[in-house]
T-cell receptor
Framework: NAGVTQTPKFRILKIGQSMTLQCTQDMNHNYMYWYRQDPGMGLKLIYY???????DKGEVPNGYNVSRSTTEDFPLRLELAAPSQTSVYFC????????????FGSGTRLTVV | KNEVEQSPQNLTAQEGEFITINCSYS?????LHWLQQHPGGGIVSLFM???GKKKHGRLIATINIQEKHSSLHITASHPRDSAVYIC?????????????FGEGTQLTVNP
């Protein structure tokens, strides 16, 4: 199994551009999460989903959007990139209610200039 | 004050030393993860604990639910153990059982 796959691994964006960070898992996990990691700080939750068609905001959702049309995919959309969105982004998944084992993707390093 | 506090923030050790990283949390949890992150790399879960103690190779993790405290121990440390170690707690289902992370402990083991 591939686990949680994130693409791209690296990206440089100009201010105001848009992009989608892709996240796919092949473990039939219901719960999926997007976190961002800034230097010297703990990871923060951006958005999460408890199943296809259901999404909810985390701690730092401003400037981002998500969708969950299938169990496998949970893309993160940046509409108008800003320097404050320079970060490393991690997608994660877990089976579902009562199951707390997480699997993380390898991360996407995004720089906005 | 962060909900999850780790200490120390940075730790330098000589190969072979016994290492302890501590994690204290202030919220109710369903479980706790110890995670490892190598430079430029992804995040790997080392342990998931809800009580007691777990051991895997040279790594040992303990948790005291009453005291809201967990420790990660590395015996006979090796330079390949150099990484950031992150404590993360799992909340209740009403919050999607999201992870709340500590800021991490940067461990460097010198040969």
């Amino acid at each position: 199994n591939a686990g949680v796959t994130q693409t791209p691994k690296f990206r440089i964006l100009k201010i105001g551009q848009s992009m989608t960070l892709q996240c796919t898992q092949d473990m039939n996990h219901n719960y999926m999460y997007w976190y961002r990691q800034d230097p010297g700080m703990g990871l923060k939750l951006i958005y999460y989903s408890v199943g296809a068609g259901i999404t909810d905001k985390g701690e730092v959702p401003n400037g981002y959007n998500v969708s969950r049309s299938t169990t496998e995919d949970f893309p993160l959309r940046l509409e108008l990139a800003a320097p404050s969105q320079t970060s490393v982004y991690f997608c994660a998944s877990r089976t579902g209610q009562g199951a707390y084992g997480y699997t993380f993707g390898s991360g996407t390093r995004l720089t906005v200039v | 004050k962060n909900e999850v506090e780790q200490s120390p923030q940075n730790l330098t050790a000589q190969e072979g030393e016994f290492i302890t990283i501590n994690c204290s949390y202030s919220v109710g949890i369903s479980a706790l993860h110890w995670l490892q992150q190598h430079p430029g790399g992804g995040i790997v879960s080392l342990f998931m604990l809800s009580s007691g103690k777990k051991k895997h190779g040279r790594l040992i993790a303990t948790i005291n639910i009453q005291e809201k405290h967990s420790s990660l121990h590395i015996t006979a440390s090796h330079p390949r153990d150099s990484a950031v170690y992150i404590c993360a707690v799992i909340g209740g289902e009403t919050s999607g059982s999201r992870l709340t992370f500590g800021e991490g402990t940067q461990l460097t083991v010198n040969p």
